[in-house]
C-alpha cells in the first residue's frame, strides 16, 4: 500500500482503500462490524462465532479477495494483507488487549512471509516484549555511544600484504555479550536508528585511517552504508563532515553497499553515488551474487570494487558450480575494471583457488576475524613488515 500511496500518490491510495473495504465488507456478515483503525490496517470484529475455525475461514476468504486483480483509473494493481486473530474470552476481556493481541499477530504474519493469517499466542507477546527491550536497549547503547568500530583485514592475493580494512559494528551488551549486527542492524533499520550507527562507525573509522597514516600506514578503509543512508537528505554532508573532521584522505575510504540495496535504487541515490564518488571516496558492491540484480547495472554504477559473498567462498574446495561460478565474476569484474574481493576466506584451499583465478583481495577469518583497532594496527605492522613482499606500505595501499 505505501508503495501505491507513495509512486502513485494519495488519491489512488484513498480510492485503493476504498475498493479494500468494499471487498471487506462483501465478505463479512451483518451482524459483524468492520472498521479502518487507521493507515492500511482494518479491524473486523466477528460477534458470534462456534469456534476459533470460523475466524481461521474468515481470514483465508479475505486472503483471497484481497489478493485479486484492482484496476483503478485503468492501473491495475494486486496487494495483500497478513491477518491477525486474538479471541474472547481467550486472549482476553477486554477491547484494547483484544486489539493489542490481534495486532501481534499481524505482526507475526507479516513476519512469516505476509499473505497469511495466525492466531494470538503467549510466545508472540513474549517474542515482542523481547524485542522491545532490546530496541530500548540498542537506543541507548547508541545515544552512550557503545557501539564500535572493529577492524578486519583485507589481504592483496598477490603480495600477501594487508591493503584495506572493513570497518564492522559491534554492540557489547553487558548481559548477553556481543550481540550480532546481523541482528542488530536489521532491527536499527526498522526503528531509523541505523543511520546513527553508520554515521558512528564511518567517523570512528576515518579517525582511525587517519592515526594509521600518520604512522606511515596508509590504509583503505571500508565502511558499510545501508540502504536507508541514501535516502537520507544530509548524508553527503555526513561524510564529507567525517572527511574533513579527521583530515583523512578520501581516498581512503571506501563505502560498501550491499547488492540487494541497490536493486531499489532510483535517479537520486544514483546521483547520490556519483558524489560520493566527486569526493573522492571509492564505492564497493557488498555481498554481490545474492541480490538477484540485474548484471546490467554493473556498468552503470560508479563503484570500483566487487565483494563476492561468503556463500560462493564456502564450497570452493569442492563444489564445481561454486568454482565456475567464482571464476565468472572474477573475471566479468575485471572485464569492467573493477578490483574484486572474495569474502570469509577461512581455508588455504580456497585462497589457492582465488589466486590461480586472479581475485585480487581476500578477507576472512584465514588472516583474522574483525578486531579492535589497536590489535588491528598491530596486526598491520607485523604483517606488512614480515610478508614476502617487498613493497613498502605506501605501495600496497595503491594496490586497491
Ligand atoms: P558484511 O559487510 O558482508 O561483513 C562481513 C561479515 O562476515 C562480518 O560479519 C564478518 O565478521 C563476517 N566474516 C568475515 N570473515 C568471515 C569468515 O571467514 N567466516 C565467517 N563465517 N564470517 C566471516 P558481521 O560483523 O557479523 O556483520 C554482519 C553484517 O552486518 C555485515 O556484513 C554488514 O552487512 C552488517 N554491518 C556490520 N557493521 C555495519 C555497520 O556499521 N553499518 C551497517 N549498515 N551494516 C553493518
Ligand atoms: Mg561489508
Ligand atoms: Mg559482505
Redesign the pocket.
Known sequence: FKRINDSMGHLIGDRLLQKIANRLNQSIRSSDTIARLGGDEFTVILDDINRPEDAALLAEKLLHKISSKLVIDGHEMFVSCSVGISLFPLHGDDNQTLIKYADIAMYQAKEEGKNCYRFYNQDMSDQNEARLQLETELRHAVSDGE?S??Y?PKVCIKTKKIVGF?????WYHTDSGFI???VF?PL??EIGL?GK??L??LEQACKEGKRWAQQGHNMKIA????GN?FNHPDFLSMVRRALEQSDIDPQYLEL?I?EGVLIGFGQAQLDLMRQLVALGVSLAI??FGTGYSSLSYLKKLPVQTL?I??SFIKSLDHDRKDQVLVAAIINMAHSLGLTVVA????ELSQLTFLEANLCDMS????CS??IPADQAFELLVRTNATCECTSDSETSAEIT
Request: overall charge negative; cysteine-free; charged content about 30%.
Open positions: 557501539i568500530a572493529y578486519q572493513e570497518a564492522l559494528a559491534r550480532s549486527p546481523a542492524i536499527a533499520e541505523v550507527i553508520d558512528a562507525i565502511v558499510n552504508i545501508s543512508d560498501e550491499t557488498d555481498d565483494k559473498d561468503r569474502e570469509g576466506v577461512e578477507q576472512g577469518y584465514l576475524p574483525p
